[in-house]
């Protein structure tokens, strides 16, 4: 089965509002990394993280250090700009280290 | 400037052909990737290398080949091509290949196999 589950699939929000995006792993993982994906295609790495939290802006993530097994990504009074498709991908403890395995991706759609 | 280019944009190929799809990092990183992204799967890892050493491939298929001719280049070589292999094919680098490094991606090649 995947390794990478990522929820929600799609979502809408308007502008100002809060979302949170979520990645369990079905195993224990080493570490995340969170990439935006925008209309054209490119892959913007957001966040990469070993353990504890990390923010940006409005954008906070979080990766649960006890059981290694989620991670989270919090958007804060979201903008239009931050449309796109949000992807973790995840490394794990065994085969290759720095091998990413990606979930399927969240489709985010912020609306004025 | 872009720090990862990749060659050509856009690639429209008859099945049964070849072509080299181009990889070059300009961020003075060791290990480098190649990803593929298809409508039917998600993002996939295919080849890690470091030091232009290959160190891990899950392609299953030896019609792709990647390709390291100096440390910032990677390249990937596909003969006999498939519709099935149409994909956006993202090249990728970290420092090291020891994992715990943030990979940067590469803007993508997006192949289209008739």
């Not at chain 2, 295919?46 to 290959?54: G, N, R, W």
């Amino acid at each position: 089965g995947d390794q990478v589950e990522q929820s929600p699939s799609a979502l809408s929000l308007h502008e100002g509002t809060d979302s949170a995006l979520r990645c369990n792993f079905t195993t224990t993982m080493r570490s995340v990394q969170w990439f935006r994906q925008n209309s054209r295609g490119s892959l913007i790495s957001l966040f990469y993280l070993a353990s504890g939290t990390k923010e940006n802006g409005r954008l906070k993530s979080a990766f649960d250090s006890k059981e290694r097994r989620y991670s989270t990504l919090h958007i804060r009074d979201a903008q239009l700009e931050d449309s796109g498709t949000y992807f973790c991908a995840a490394e794990a403890y065994t085969g290759g280290a720095d091998r990413l395995t990606f979930g399927k991706g969240t489709q985010l759609i912020i609306q004025p | 400037d872009p720090k990862i280019i990749q060659k050509p944009k856009y690639l429209v190929a008859v099945t049964g052909s070849e072509k080299i799809l181009i990889c070059e990092q300009y961020l003075g990183h060791n290990a480098m990737y190649w990803y593929r992204q298809s409508a039917k799967k998600p993002l996939e890892f295919m080849f890690s290398y470091s030091y232009q050493k290959l160190m891990d491939n899950q392609t299953a298929s030896s019609r792709f080949q990647p390709q390291s001719s100096k440390k910032n280049h990677l390249d990937l070589q596909i003969t006999a091509l498939k519709p099935d292999d149409s994909a956006t094919y993202f090249c990728a680098s970290s420092q090291d290949d020891w994992g715990q490094d943030t990979q940067y991606f590469g803007p993508g090649t997006r192949l289209l196999v008739l």
